[in-house]
């Protein structure tokens, strides 16, 4: 098999015949090419049901995989077509035809050129256009999480225009799979973030949707925040940019009550009561997210949260209390200082607590060799920390 072409897809039903039809128009074009097409789908609609039978009638390889319990979104779904992969050579393309696989061809013949390990279409190289981006705020949104994104990592996405592209080649022996944590959509940005890989661009043109709608949300958005953050710094940077949004909650949250009218120490609390149920969910989905599988339910997990953090807050609020009457602080200054100082405690807890690995776990890495206290807290806490010398070398 001389290439696989890997496509997730949710709930897009309305474009797989089309899709499947134009790939195997393109690839028939470009000479003898031996191919297959993967559908790693997500759905919750006919969308299985519909590739299926597009896979019936199909003159080359189409294959469904089907996931009732996706992990990862998009990203893991890419990763889960790839292992299954048949190539060495993996197109990663959108199921909604804004990636046109007339430009197949165009990144195959400079992959064969021998000198690089992904190449990738672009919409920000000479001749590539975003004209299929919905309006003007996407097309600014796009161009400044790319410009942000390059910032974080010079010398790894030197050369890639567009390191946001879902629309790319990568030959599978240059990416060590194991290594990748994908958090959403942006699965190239996660394997040119860990690996230094040659990159070589092709421009296209990114077309307008053949049917359904948009997956792109403001949820997405703060996915790809995490992941960038994570990749750069680790998960504590995420941690702390989760804490952060809590902490500016926390405070709008009480100054609102208190310009109701209410005392400044009960607005405290109850702003510190709907902000613990908030940060929770955040890092449930999004800061812990590769590690709820192996510690628990989260019932448990809520109530080994919910408890500590109101422990932590039944010592944070009197400090407060404190700093206001004591030392004459304002009410939200007070406030501030002190939901930064409890910052690291509640770091520490959420890694080595509460998403701990749960015995059944731990039992099996003694089983192999492992400590159980290495198991536990590093394996925990650092998993998606990149060494020193690697954050500079990068």
Not at 192 to 204: H, T, Y
Not at 318 to 331: C, D, G, R, T
Not at 333 to 361: E, M, N, S
Not at 367 to 378: D, K, N
């Amino acid at each position: 098999m001389d290439l696989s072409v890997i496509v997730p897809t949710f709930n897009e039903g309305p474009n797989i015949g089309e899709l499947v039809r134009r790939i195997g128009a393109a690839l028939d074009d470009a000479g003898p090419v031996s191919f297959e097409v993967i559908f790693v789908d997500d759905s919750t609609d006919d969308t299985p049901v519909i590739i299926q039978a597009v896979a019936d009638t199909a003159p080359f390889p189409v294959r469904l995989v089907h996931r009732d319990d996706p992990v990862a979104g998009l990203g893991g779904a890419v990763v889960e077509g790839v292992r299954l992969a048949a190539s060495r050579w993996c197109l990663i393309m959108d199921g909604d035809l804004q990636h046109p696989p007339e430009d197949i061809p165009r990144l195959l013949a400079r992959a064969g050129h021998g000198d690089v390990d992904v190449v990738v279409a672009s919409r920000y190289a000479a001749g590539g256009t975003s004209g299929g981006l919905a309006d003007r705020t996407r097309v600014a949104v796009s161009r400044v999480s790319t410009l942000l994104t390059k910032s974080m990592f010079p010398r790894k996405l030197h050369g890639c225009s567009d390191p946001m592209t879902g629309f790319f080649l990568i030959d599978r022996d240059a990416v060590d799979l194991d290594q990748l944590h994908p958090r959403g959509f942006k699965i190239l940005l996660e394997m040119l973030a860990r690996r230094q890989l040659r990159i070589a661009e092709v421009p296209f043109a990114f077309a307008d949707r053949f049917a359904g709608e948009s997956k792109a949300s403001f949820t997405q958005g703060i996915r790809f925040l995490t992941q960038l953050t994570m990749l750069r710094f680790g998960r504590m940077s995420a941690f702390a940019l989760v804490g952060g949004v809590g902490a500016i909650a926390n405070l709008v949250i009480m100054w609102g009550l208190i310009r109701l009218g209410m005392e400044y120490i009960v607005a405290a609390v109850i702003a510190s009561e709907l902000t613990i149920i908030g940060n929770f969910l955040l890092l449930e989905y999004l800061v812990f997210a590769d590690m709820r599988a192996e510690s628990g339910r989260m019932r448990w997990r809520f109530l080994k949260s919910f408890t500590f953090n109101n422990v932590e807050a039944l010592a944070r609020i009197p400090l407060m209390a404190v700093l206001v009457e004591s030392a004459h602080l304002p009410s939200m200054l007070a406030a501030a200082l002190t939901l930064v100082a409890a910052f690291a405690v509640r770091f520490v807890f959420h890694a080595l607590v509460v998403y701990a690995p749960q015995r059944a776990t731990v039992d099996a890495a003694v089983s192999a060799g492992v400590a159980p206290e290495v198991t536990a807290s590093v394996a925990a806490s650092v998993d998606d920390v990149e060494p020193v010398g690697r954050r500079l070398d990068s």
